[in-house]
C-alpha cells in the first residue's frame, strides 16, 4: 500500500468532480496513468476484480438471450473496413495501422480494431445461409483501439478500451428494431439493476449516428458535473453493411434476401467509470454489492482478536467473499482505508463489544454502523447483503431524476446547463433539418442535443424552443464529454 | 447447423491425426479458420465456452495463491522492448509493428505484445520499494501476438492466442525457483487434475532458453502422432531484467537490491487443444465434466416426450448445464452429432422406456449406455459427474506412461521415436557443452532434447547415449510443433 493512499480523498465531488475522479482513481488504485503510451492505462487489481464480475454479469445476461460467444482476431484487414464508405471515413481516422511484421513490410495494412462490424460480416456472409438461421445473436468480449484526438481520460475516454460487442442478423427491419429494444432491456437488467447507473436510452439525431448506421440509440449517464456520458449504445446498420458483405439468406418465400444488422456495444470500463463516479462519495469509493472485490472485510482492532477474526470469516465466508486486515496501521487508518476503497461491509472486533457477546457492523451503504450479537451475524450480513445495492439504487435514482429540467426557450436552457442540468424541450426536429437548430444550442450553450426517447409517446404541442417552427419532438439538451 | 458437420469425423486420431484434429476443429465448429489475415482465426462458441471454464479454473487458482490480476496495455513502446538485448533480438523476428494512427505517423514504433515483461517490469520499478512488497505477485488475461514463421496450426500455433501470463518479483534467487516449483504445481492442478492433460514438465537445456532468462522450464503434452506440444512454461528470468528496467526494492539490511523476476504462461488456447486431441476419439470430441459447454443434452425420441423432456431438465438443471434437443434430426443423427461434439452425458428418451418409468442414460466417457429408473436421474448424473473426468484422466495417465521409452544408443532412440515415442536416456549436458550431442540427434532423427525433470533426482552413472563422454543427467527426447 502506498504512502499516497493512506491519505484519502481531499477533493469535493460535488465541488470539484474532476480532481475527485482523479483522486480516487489514483489513491483507490484503479488505475496507474504513468504507463509510456498516451492514453493507455495499466488496470490495477481493485478495478480488474470489479470488471470481471461485471463482464460475468453482462454475458450471462446476453447468453440468457440467445448471444453466442466468439473471439474474433485484434485485426482486421484495410479492405474490410473499406467495404463500407460511411464506416471507413467514420472510423479511418482513429485507426492504428500495422504496416509491418518483424522486419517485412505486410502487403496490406492491418487495422487493431475500432470496432468489429468490418469483421463479423464478412463471416456472417460464410454462416448465415436460410432464414432458419436468423436472428443469428453473437457476441465478443473484446479489447478495442481508438485514437481519439479528444483529451483521454482514464476510464471514460482511452485509446484501448475493454468493451462487449454483440453482432446480429435479423429477417426484417422490425425484427432489427426488436433486437435494439431487447438491447435497452438489458442495461436496464445490468447497468441499473445490478451496477446500480441510472441512464437515459435516446435516439440519436441524425446528425449523431454510428457510421455506417440508420438509427444510433445510446445510454446517457450522468456526471456531478453536469455533463452525460455516453454508455451502451446499439445501431440498426440496416442493409448497407450486408449488401457491402454479401450477409444474405434464403427466406421463406425461397428467394435470397439481405439481412437487417443491429450490434451493441456495453463498454465494461467506461460503465465501471459511471459505477465509481454515481455511487462515490467525498470518502471515495461505494460498490454495489455484486461487484465489490471484497465485500467484507474484518478488523480486529486487538490482536487478541484475531482468534475471533478468523472464527467469524469462515461463519460468514460460506455467503460472502471476505478478508481480515492484519496490517499494522492504526483502526482509524483502516476504517478510512476501507471506506475509501468502497467495501459494502466492515466488521470492528473491538474488545468491550466482545466481553458482551457483540461485533460492530458498518455498511457503507447507508455509512451507518449497527452493533448486533455474534450469533447474529451471517443472519444480519445476508439480510445487508440484499438490501445493499438497493439502497445505493434509490439514492442513485433519486439524485438523476432531480437533474432533468424542463425548459421553454433558450434562456432556460443555458440557465438548466448552467446549473448541471439536462434540460428537456420542444424541439423541431431530429432528422436533418434539425441541425440548424442543435448547432445553435452548441455555440452559445456548449450543449448537444443528446435525442430523444423511445419510451416517450407524449405527443408534442407547440414550438420548437429554438426556432419558429412547429415542435415534432421532445429532446434532451446536455454538455458531454 | 452446417450440412458438412453433421457428416460426423472419418479420419482415425491415431492413423491420421493430423487430418483428424483440423476435421473435429472444423466439424465440431471450434474455430473458423477462413478469417482472411494468414494466421488468424476466428474462435466460435463451442471453444469459446469450454476456453471461458478454462480461464476461470486457471484465474481462481492463481488468486487463491496471492496473484493479482491485471489489464495492460496491449502495446509495448520499442524502447520497451529494447531494453533487455536476449529478449529484443528473440522477439523482434516476431513482433507486429505500429508505425501510424490516423493519418499520422507515431513518434516511436509499437510493438502488439509478444508477452508482457517490458511492461510490467516498468511498472514493478514504480510500485516496488521495500522487502515488504515482495514477492509481488501479478497476472494478466491477454491475447498475445507473434508473427511465427512456423506452419500455423489451429489452437497449436497460430499469430493472435489466448493467454495466461504471470510477472513476479522475489527478494531471491532461491524465492523465485520456490515460484517456478508453484508454477509447477498450478499447472498439475489445473491442467491435469481438471482439463485431464498428462504432461511432463522440463527444464529446458541451456540452448533453449525464453530470451532473457537463466532457467526455463516448460511442460510438454504428447500428441498421438508422437510430437510433443509445449504447454505451460515458467521462467527464471534472474537479475538481467531487474538491472534492465531499475526494478529495486530496500531490503531489511537497508541496501538497495535488485529482485529476482519470474514468469509463467499457461496458454488457454493452446491448452485446449490438448484437451481434444488427450481425450477425443474417432466419434470426435470428449469434453472433461468441468468444462463442457454443456454438460448434459436430452433427446426425446417422440415428440410426445417433449413434456417428459422438460420435466427432467427442470429437475437436473441444478446440478448440471442441461439443454434438450429438439432439432428435427433423426434420433440416430441427434446420437452422432451430441458424440461428436462431447457432451458428457446424453439422455435419451424412448416411449418404451418411458411406459417402464426408465430412461437410457449414454455417459461419453466410458462410451456405455445405462437404463435407470426416471425416479433415481438426479443421484445418477451426480454420480457421473463426480467419475466423470477422472475416468478421462485415468486413460489419459495410461496411455501417456505407455509412451516413454528408456533408450541406450542412437539406435534404440531412432526407433523409439519411429514408433512415436518419447525417449528417455542418460545424456552428457544440459549445459552449453551439450549442443553438440543434441544437434546429432536433431540431424540424425529430426527430434529434440526436451531437457531434464527437476523431480527425477536419480544418480546418473554411465556414459551419455550419443558421445563419450561421462553422462550427467537424464533427458527426454522428443519431435515437436
Chains 1, 2 share one sequence.
Not at 109 to 132: C, D, G, H, V
Not at 280 to 307: R, S, Y
Request: aromatic content about 12%.
Amino acid at each position: 500500500m502506498s504512502k499516497k493512499s493512506e491519505e484519502g480523498i481531499t477533493a469535493k465531488k460535488n465541488e470539484n468532480f474532476s480532481e475527485w475522479f482523479t483522486q480516487v482513481v489514483q489513491k483507490c488504485e484503479l488505475a496507474d496513468l504513468r504507463y509510456n503510451i498516451k492514453g493507455f492505462l495499466v488496470f490495477q487489481p481493485w478495478s480488474v476484480l470489479a470488471m470481471e464480475k461485471m463482464y460475468d454479469y453482462m454475458e450471462k445476461n446476453l447468453q440468457k438471450k440467445g448471444h453466442k460467444p466468439y473471439w474474433f482476431p485484434t485485426l482486421i484487414p484495410e479492405s474490410n473496413l473499406k467495404k463500407e464508405s460511411e464506416h471507413l471515413s467514420g472510423f479511418t481516422p482513429e485507426v492504428f495501422w500495422i504496416s509491418s511484421s518483424g522486419k517485412d513490410k505486410l502487403d496490406e495494412p492491418l487495422a487493431l480494431r475500432p470496432t468489429s462490424e468490418t469483421a463479423f460480416y464478412q463471416m456472417f456472409s460464410l454462416w448465415i445461409r436460410s432464414y432458419k438461421d436468423l436472428p443469428f445473436k453473437t457476441y465478443q468480449r473484446a479489447n478495442i483501439f481508438r485514437y481519439d484526438t479528444k483529451a483521454t481520460r482514464p476510464f471514460l475516454r482511452s485509446r484501448e478500451f475493454h468493451w462487449i460487442e454483440t453482432h446480429c442478423a435479423h429477417e426484417s427491419e422490425k425484427n432489427a428494431l426488436q433486437q435494439v429494444k431487447e438491447d435497452m432491456k438489458t442495461t436496464k437488467e445490468v447497468m441499473h439493476d445490478i451496477f446500480g447507473v441510472p441512464f437515459i436510452f435516446f435516439e440519436r439525431p441524425q446528425w449523431d449516428k454510428f457510421p455506417g448506421a440508420s438509427r444510433t440509440f445510446a445510454a446517457d449517464a450522468l456526471n456531478p458535473d453536469g455533463k452525460v456520458i455516453q454508455q451502451p449504445s446499439t445501431h440498426m446498420i440496416s442493409q448497407e453493411f450486408s449488401k457491402a458483405f454479401d450477409v444474405k439468406f434464403k427466406d421463406k418465400d425461397g428467394k435470397d434476401k439481405y439481412s437487417f444488422m443491429t450490434c451493441y456495444g456495453p463498454a465494461i470500463s467506461r460503465i465501471f467509470a459511471s459505477v465509481v463516479i454515481t455511487h462515490g462519495d467525498d470518502k471515495g469509493l461505494k460498490f454495489p454489492w455484486e461487484i465489490a472485490p471484497i465485500q467484507t472485510v474484518i478488523v480486529p482492532i486487538d490482536a487478541k482478536l484475531n482468534k475471533k477474526a478468523e472464527k467469524i470469516k469462515k461463519e460468514i465466508e460460506k455467503i460472502v467473499n471476505v478478508e481480515i486486515d492484519y496490517s499494522d496501521k492504526r483502526p482509524g487508518e483502516k476504517f478510512n482505508y476501507w471506506e475509501m476503497k468502497g467495501i459494502p461491509i466492515r466488521i470492528d472486533l473491538g474488545l468491550q463489544d466482545s466481553k458482551k457477546g457483540k461485533v460492530t457492523i458498518f455498511r457503507r451503504d447507508l455509512d451507518k454502523k449497527i452493533v448486533v450479537s455474534e450469533k447474529s451475524i451471517v443472519k444480519e450480513i445476508s439480510k445487508i447483503s440484499r438490501e445493499f445495492t438497493k439502497n445505493l439504487i434509490k439514492k442513485a435514482d433519486r439524485v438523476f431524476d432531480n437533474r432533468i429540467k424542463e425548459v421553454k426557450d433558450i434562456k432556460e436552457m443555458e440557465k438548466a446547463i448552467k446549473e448541471g442540468l439536462v434540460a428537456k424541450c420542444r424541439f423541431c426536429s431530429t432528422q436533418a433539418d434539425g441541425i440548424k437548430c442543435a448547432e445553435v444550442i452548441e455555440k452559445n450553450i456548449g450543449a448537444e442535443v443528446r435525442g430523444t426517447r423511445l419510451d416517450e409517446k407524449t405527443k408534442v404541442s407547440g414550438k420548437c424552443a429554438i426556432c419558429d417552427k412547429k415542435a415534432s419532438v421532445i429532446v434532451y439538451i446536455a454538455k458531454s464529454y
